[in-house]
Each structure stands twice: as C-alpha cells, then as structure tokens.
Nanobody
Framework: QVQLVESGGALVQPGGSLRLSCLAS??????????MAWYRQAPGNEREWVAS????????KYDNSVKGRFTISRDNAKSILYLQMNNLKPEDTAIYYC?????????WGQGTQVTVSS
C-alpha cells in the first residue's frame, strides 16, 4: 500500500515562499525508479498537475502557471519529493499532493494546505 505524506503547507502573504515535502513509502519498487509529480486542488476545482521530475532528476516540467516560480526536486535516498515555491500568488492557494507522474497511484495522501493571502 503506497503511503504519501505531504507537509510544509502554511498561510503566507503574496510574494512569500514555501517548501513542500512528500515522504513516500510502500511502493512496489524503490522510490528512485518512479517519475514523480506534484498536483494541487483548489476549492471547487478538479485536481491538476503542477510539476514533474524524472526518476533520476534529469528532467523537470512545469505548468505554465508556476514556471519560473516553483522548483521540483527529489532525494531518492530518503524517498522524499520537494516543491520549492517562490513568489507565491493568491491563485496558488490549494491543497497540494504528490504522486507518480502521469499515472497517479490509487491512494492519495492527505495533502498539505497552501493559502496565499494578505
């Protein structure tokens, strides 16, 4: 059973920064073989993809709305996925989740709430 534990969310002012973490465990194979991604879900909206990173960190991709402001990274030895978020905007307010890229696992973590407001 895959377990994903996201953390690091908070209430921040516009222009602020946060670093999200996701600790993954219980996968069939080691964390390091999976391409991973961050997703988010704002109130009233469907969950959407935000950013992804290849298994060896050689390739990263970002939604246009966060490009240049967010950075995805990973520590395969610790099975942790990160999302550094800078210059946060009110429209970034959402619950943030991590999972496998393109084919998320059936089970999701509880997510971590990011609220950007003055």
């Amino acid at each position: 059973q895959v377990q994903l534990v996201e953390s690091g969310g908070a209430l921040v002012q516009p222009g602020g920064s946060l670093r999200l973490s996701c600790l993954a465990s219980g996968m069939m194979f080691s964390f390091g073989v999976y391409d991973m991604a961050w997703y988010r879900q704002a109130p009233g909206n469907e969950r959407e993809w935000v950013a992804s990173i290849s298994s060896g960190s050689t390739t990263t991709k970002y939604d246009n709305s966060v490009k240049g402001r967010f950075t995805i990274s990973r520590d395969n030895a610790k099975s942790i996925l990160y999302l550094q978020m800078n210059n946060l905007k009110p429209e970034d307010t959402a619950i943030y989740y991590c999972s496998r890229d393109k084919r998320p696992w059936d089970s999701w973590g509880q997510g971590t709430q990011v609220t950007v407001s003055s």
